[in-house]
């Protein structure tokens, strides 16, 4: 493809998932027209109806076609009939794994008109980046059980990390600091439990220190990740970029996602960074389906995951300008972040959108 176009799947999903993307594409399409970007988009079927009526969630053959897109635009997986972890193991890790996609970027950031649960914070406050590992850490699938089902069973789940795996992060996130270059300064915290895991969290801590000689401009820091906890509750403000193993990532990404104003705007990149890697965008929110059909669920997460998905494509103008647009919006027209209270609906608000492109 050349250099000025963008072929991406779009892999609606569950529930309101399929209502979502088709938002973020209507923005996408707006702002492909003003900065002649030529796009395009192809929609794939795969999610839990599906599985219910054939018992598949993604085929090797799909996989393989989805390979060939730059990015994946992905609504919600989650359905209320299918057992909780067939389809997030089945579908959203497995397209991780295939694609190797082993960053995890949630930026956190308060929109203005956006509320906070955190009193007295203000969107100059909370500010910030994860990067959070994406495919090592308890999510390797390493483990198993001995005697099941016995009173002496045994389970184990095991947290496999590699010097690959946290060094490509661990590098990422200081590339990332320094090109972020916050006004505050660069500060890049690595957040693990080196206490504790004195093993796996001490190869992140040596490989941490190592690459930082390689970014004398960026300032180092560590947490502790349940210090970490308190002190983005308290003071947001210090953090600026966060680098994190993936299932402490998992879980103060969520912790972030509340204080930046909740699913309704919080997004994800799932990325692989290589020449040729094919990322997967997403808003955070789940498949809510109890919303599914009726143009009530807030797309500014979708549409969040599109300007990401612009932005880690090259085409940073045209990110700025869906997140400027965005900005207006949450600040000057929605009532509310939540869904049936935004004071429009699903697709109008993706229109308020465009209109301020
Ligand atoms: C996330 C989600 C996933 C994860 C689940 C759905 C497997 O919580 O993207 O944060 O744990 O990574
Ligand atoms: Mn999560």
Partial sequence: MPNNSLKIAVIGGDGTGPEVTAEAVKVLKAVGKLEKIEMQFDSFDIGGDRYLKTGIIITDDEIAQ??????ILLGAIGH????????????????????????????????PGVETPLK?????????????????????????????GTPDEVATQTAVYTRKGCERCIR???????KRDNPKGKMLTLVAKTNVLTFGHDLWWRTFQE???EYPDVKTDYNHVDACCM???????????????????????????????GMGVA?????NPEKGGCSMYEPMGGSAPKYTGKNVINPI???????????????????????????????????SQAAGKMGFGTSEVGDLVCENL
């Fill in 267 to 271: 997004a994800g990149g799932n990325i």
């Fill in 66 to 71: 989805l390979r060939r897109y730059s990015s």
């Fill in 301 to 335: 997460a979708a549409i969040n995951a599109a300007a990401m998905l612009l932005e880690q494509e090259g085409f940073a103008q045209a990110a700025a300008r869906v997140t400027k647009a965005i900005t207006i919006v949450t600040g000057s027209r929605m009532k």
């Fill in 80 to 111: 209320p009939d299918v057992a909780p972890g067939i389809l997030e193991r089945g579908l959203l890790l497995r397209l991780r794994f295939a694609f190797d996609q082993y960053i995890n970027l949630r930026p956190v950031k308060l929109l």
């Fill in 120 to 148: 007295d914070k203000k969107p100059e406050d909370i500010d910030f980046v994860v990067v959070r590992e994406n495919t090592e850490d308890m999510y390797a699938g390493i483990g198993g059980f001995l005697k099941k």
């Fill in 172 to 178: 990422w996130a200081f590339e990332y600091t320094q």
């Fill in 231 to 261: 002190w983005m509750v308290k003071n947001p403000e210090y953090y600026d970029v966060i680098v994190t193993t993936n299932m402490f990532g998992d879980i103060i990404t969520d912790l972030a996602g509340i204080i930046q104003g």
């Fill in 211 to 213: 690459v930082a000689k």
